[in-house]
């Protein structure tokens, strides 16, 4: 024990307190406290600010309506009512086109006799309201699932078989 003790003790005569009391440690300690109190500040703020937003939202939602009449004479209005038309027809539009490749992918691959077809369907549907990439990913997730559950030939035929219908969809 007594050797214990006295390879601690110096241990502790060897050891450079001025290593971690240096002023660029202090400094990188002391930015880091900062940051991390900002970062907390930040959060509240945000949280406080939007209470206060939702809260308030008709008021200033009226304001901005007063300020857009003043400033553009009902142009403006016209235009926003135009505009969520043309993008509500076009979400409902992609909703429906997913709906109908969700519904045929889940046929295919019950004709091919894929374990979990409905499931695998539904996300191929439900991906394809995704632009561009979407469709890709979804491909591949159900291609690497039954791969595992049905093997490299039914995993072949469903890649295919499903590339085709989203070509099909896609033209």
Same mark, same amino acid.
């Given at each position: 024990?007594?050797?214990?003790?006295?390879?601690? =003790?110096?241990? &502790?005569?060897?050891? $450079? &307190?001025?290593?971690?009391?240096?002023?660029?440690?202090?400094?990188?300690?002391?930015?880091?406290?900062?940051?991390?109190?900002?970062?907390?500040? $930040?959060?509240? +703020?945000?949280?406080? +600010? *939007?209470?206060? /937003?939702?809260?308030?939202?008709?008021?200033?939602?009226?304001?901005?309506?007063?300020?857009?009449?003043?400033?553009?004479?009902?142009?403006?209005?016209?235009?926003?009512?135009?505009?969520?038309?043309?993008?509500?027809?076009?979400?409902?539009?992609?909703?429906? $086109?997913?709906? =109908?490749?969700?519904?045929?992918?889940?046929?295919?691959?019950?004709?091919?006799? #894929?374990?979990?077809?409905?499931?695998?369907?539904?996300?191929?549907?439900?991906?394809?309201? =995704?632009?561009?990439?979407?469709?890709? /990913?979804?491909? *591949? #997730? *159900?291609? !690497? =699932?039954?791969? #595992?559950?049905?093997?490299?030939?039914?995993?072949?035929?469903?890649?295919?078989?499903? #590339? !085709?219908?989203?070509?099909? $969809?896609?033209?």
């Amino acid at each position: 024990k007594t050797e214990k003790v006295y390879n601690a =003790i110096k241990e &502790l005569q060897n050891f $450079d &307190l001025q290593q971690y009391l240096s002023l660029d440690r202090i400094t990188g300690y002391v930015k880091g406290a900062v940051g991390f109190a900002t970062g907390i500040f $930040d959060v509240f +703020v945000a949280i406080v +600010v *939007s209470i206060y /937003i939702l809260a308030e939202r008709n008021e200033i939602l009226s304001f901005f309506k007063k300020v857009t009449k003043v400033m553009f004479k009902n142009k403006i209005e016209k235009y926003f009512y135009k505009a969520n038309g043309v993008f509500f027809k076009f979400i409902s539009s992609q909703f429906i $086109d997913a709906l =109908i490749v969700g519904i045929l992918a889940t046929i295919v691959m019950k004709a091919l006799n #894929i374990k979990y077809a409905s499931l695998l369907g539904f996300s191929i549907g439900l991906f394809n309201m =995704i632009p561009y990439f979407g469709a890709i /990913i979804a491909i *591949s #997730i *159900s291609a !690497i =699932i039954t791969l #595992i559950t049905g093997g490299l030939s039914k995993a072949a035929i469903m890649l295919v078989s499903i #590339i !085709i219908l989203q070509q099909i $969809d896609a033209n």
